[in-house]
């Protein structure tokens, strides 16, 4: 037999074999395309359907773009930790924020290596719970904090409903995993939101070393020495000597207008031997308005202060008791009303 043949023989022999694996992957869709929707049994085996997944794009497919959301997710909440802690939303105490950003984490990893009904499964559940802490969210106008302050909850609550009915429509139907895959994958997926929890509360640390100056939260400055002085703006220096309640507040706040004018209708009260200072912000710029011994919105715009490595973080509004430049007490948020209450039911407040 010449060379001639034996190539021409090869080339048939390789065109017979791909003509054989089309009609063998031909039947293998008719038999697909024709199988009535009854012969398909949850806990029975099909290879084909462990590998593609039932449609074109499936479940086995979808399964990573929502991991890739609750990746995205998780990242955001990291890096945009003290935003979300001084936001006043549904994450703002760092438990809260820590779990559910390790949840997050933990799910995505599952999503990625987990079997296609139980991750399924999770989704559907994640985000239902997802969907209702958004209609809370809305209901006690709150940010929801799913993707930090980046997105309304009107816009999550879009996204969520769209992963259900996307995961609904996508489900899959066979089920194909042992005991010990599926203790393996658990191992997995705590490993990963231990690691997860552990980078959240370890940036935590670092943004206190860091940015502790910037971080006007009453349970972090308690006993601690007040970090807006003459250092930031000489005309602040005042503030490390005698005692003085500062306040901080949002100009759009109508809960903060409420409290100022009920606690400080004559805008020059204070306590018996302490100063009062009243920081503004919420303007059209990052700038604050400040007054010392005058408790008024109506504050004069010539007295505002720049903030070269960014505007502090404070949950609005919030009260700080110092005395000689170390906060002694501070309330933030919706505790302020009975906070001033409190201390305004001893002593009168004086007038200059």
């Not at 989704?123 to 802490?133: D, E, R």
């Not at 899959?172 to 959240?200: D, E, K």
Request: aromatic share 8%; net charge negative; proline share 5%.
């Amino acid at each position: 037999m010449s060379c001639v043949d034996r190539v021409f023989g090869r080339e048939i022999h390789v065109a017979q074999h791909s003509a054989q694996n089309l009609v063998e992957t031909l039947h293998r869709i008719h038999l697909r395309l024709t199988r009535p929707l009854c012969e398909s049994d949850p806990l029975s085996i099909d290879p084909e359907s462990t590998k593609l997944g039932d449609r074109a794009i499936g479940w086995e497919q979808f399964r990573f773009a929502v991991a890739a959301l609750l990746m995205a997710a998780v990242g955001v909440k990291i890096f945009n930790m003290a935003q979300i802690l001084t936001g006043g939303g549904l994450l703002g105490a760092m438990p809260r924020l820590v779990a559910v950003t390790a949840f997050e984490g933990a799910a995505a990893t599952y999503l990625i290596v987990g079997n296609r009904v139980l991750s399924w499964l999770l989704t559907l559940a994640t985000f239902a719970i997802f969907a209702a802490a958004t209609v809370y969210a809305m209901a006690t106008n709150q940010s929801c904090n799913c993707f930090g302050e980046q997105m309304a909850p009107e816009t999550m609550l879009v996204i969520d409903m769209g992963v259900l009915l996307l995961s609904g429509f996508l489900r899959p139907s066979h089920l194909r995993m042992s005991s010990l895959t599926l203790i393996r994958q658990m191992i997995i997926i705590a490993v990963v939101g231990g690691l997860i929890a552990t980078v959240a509360v370890w940036h935590y640390e670092v943004l206190l070393s860091q940015e502790r100056s910037r971080l006007l939260i009453a349970d972090l400055l308690v006993g601690k020495s007040w970090p807006l002085t003459g250092q930031i703006d000489p005309r602040l220096s005042e503030l490390s000597d005698g005692k003085w309640m500062i306040l901080i507040a949002d100009q759009n706040c109508v809960h903060c207008r409420n409290l100022v004018s009920r606690y400080f209708a004559d805008p020059e009260a204070h306590r018996p031997n302490e100063r009062t200072a009243f920081f503004v912000f919420g303007g059209d710029d990052d700038r604050w308005r400040f007054q010392f011994d005058l408790v008024t919105f109506d504050l004069n715009d010539e007295a505002l202060l720049n903030w070269p490595h960014g505007k502090p973080y404070v949950i609005n509004p919030a009260v700080f008791l110092v005395d000689d430049g170390i906060v002694t007490d501070a309330v933030e948020g919706t505790k302020t009303d009975q906070f001033l209450g409190s201390v305004f039911s001893g002593p009168e407040p004086s007038t200059p």
